[in-house]
């Protein structure tokens, strides 16, 4: 059994918090700063550019893209890092339509996250070759797919009701109707256990600042089938995503491993923060954290409906229909999620009525879930949608 008082302890959490927001950005490792330091100093400082090759910053992508790997069941070497989740849905986006070019429809659902949809819809316009983007009710996803279909872009756990689609189910189909298929995993990865393999998907993406607590902005990841590697070409062509960078040829030619997905400069930084946080998650399964998230997000949904009655729990009842965090819906939503933060309740809204609690077993337990249930309770009685205070918006929700 995995000691989760132990991992909470290997975070920061500031005094008094209640962090429920770790579907958003994951907290501090608490001995990484100081560790990150003496590293940097090492290497950046000490070795300036031979870092690249006596600090091993080239392979840093390959190394962690293997590390992450085993959160989404990846084999060996067809997992890789680098920029940011956008980038990679793009790039993945680009690759599924060349593998499937005789069809012209991207399919996607209207509960997806806003980068996935304006992205398809961005490289639809961008190729300006009849390309659509088909966007449908989650419900009817398997009711379009059909021989027009060039590529599915699907997010498995969606950003603001935590509900969790059946990867296996739909690839299946997909894969009878010929649709590449390529799995947004930002909700998933260190949430819920994942097999790329079992539903043999095409691609998947992901961000690690979520659930793998990488820091704002870390490194996300791209996995490719295998199968496919030799036949994927990616839409942007960078130096190290070349098959001999240091050649410096004029003529570009993909690596044939896993490292032509790679586009630029590996950010090291980001990868060295993320490398560290990945260590909290050493002899802990993905599986054992999943089996906690349910346990703590019944206990949270049973006090809502016990303590505050009058608001609505929007994800799915049965828990393995969910990723890890439980959305509820109020009309005066954002007023409440200010007054929560205000009183050390960390959680997040979501426009227009989306109050979202992020559950994180390495960091949260059940006296998070109390403390939750029992300030929203106090927030209702409040109406803080009453005060000005309250109302007035930051940039950031
Ligand atoms: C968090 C998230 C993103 C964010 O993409 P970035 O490029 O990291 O800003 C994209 N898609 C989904 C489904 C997400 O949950």
């Not at 975070?11 to 590293?39: E, K, M, V, W």
């Not at 599986?287 to 206990?299: A, C, I, N, P």
């Not at 309740?345 to 609690?357: G, L, M, S, Y």
Request: hydrophobic share 40%; net charge negative.
């Amino acid at each position: 059994m995995v000691d989760f008082q132990q991992t909470k302890d290997f975070f920061h959490i500031p005094d008094g918090f209640t962090y429920l927001c770790g579907n958003s950005l994951g907290p501090l490792p608490r001995d990484l700063p100081a560790t990150l330091a003496s590293q940097l100093s090492a290497e950046w400082g000490e070795m300036i550019i031979g870092g690249w090759n006596n600090a091993g910053w080239m392979s840093l992508s390959a190394i962690i893209g293997n590390k992450i790997g085993r959160f989404i069941g990846a084999p060996k070497d067809s997992t890789i890092m680098g920029d940011t989740l956008s980038i990679k849905i793009f790039q993945a986006l680009g690759a599924a339509l060349k593998l499937n070019p005789k069809r012209k429809i991207i399919l996607t659902d209207n509960s997806n996250f806003p980068s996935d949809i304006y992205i398809s819809k961005g490289l639809a316009a961008f190729l300006n070759q009849g390309y659509k983007v088909k966007l449908v009710n989650p419900e009817e996803i398997i009711k379009e797919m059909n021989d027009q279909v060039a590529t599915m872009l699907l997010t498995e756990v969606d950003y603001k009701t935590g509900a969790r689609l059946d990867m296996v189910e739909l690839t299946t189909k997909a894969k009878s109707e010929g649709i590449v298929t390529i799995w947004d995993l930002a909700h998933s990865v260190g949430a819920v256990p994942v097999n790329v393999q079992q539903a043999d998907i095409d691609f998947a993406v992901g961000c690690t600042y979520k659930y793998l607590n990488g820091g704002p902005g870390s490194p996300a990841f791209i996995y490719t089938n295998p199968k496919l590697l030799t036949q994927i070409q990616s839409p942007i062509t960078g130096w190290l995503g070349h098959a001999n960078p240091f050649q410096f040829s004029l003529d570009y030619e993909p690596a044939s491993t896993i490292n032509r997905l790679i586009i630029g400069t590996p950010p090291v930084i980001g990868l060295s923060v993320l490398d560290f946080a990945l260590g909290i998650w050493e002899g802990i399964s993905v599986e054992d954290v999943h089996d906690k998230s349910m346990q703590l997000s019944e206990m949270f949904i049973e006090g809502i409906k016990s303590h505050c009655p009058t608001i609505k729990v929007i994800s799915p009842e049965n828990p393995v229909d969910r990723g890890s965090h439980v959305a509820l819906e109020h009309p005066e939503g954002y007023a409440l999620v200010k007054f929560l933060i205000e009183n050390s309740v960390i959680c997040d809204f979501r426009e227009p009525d989306n109050i979202r609690f992020g559950i994180a077993p390495l960091y949260n337990d059940s006296a998070d879930i109390n403390r939750a249930v029992e300030v929203l309770a106090m927030a209702l009685e409040y109406q803080p949608w009453k005060y000005e205070l309250y109302q007035s918006r930051n940039f950031v929700t």
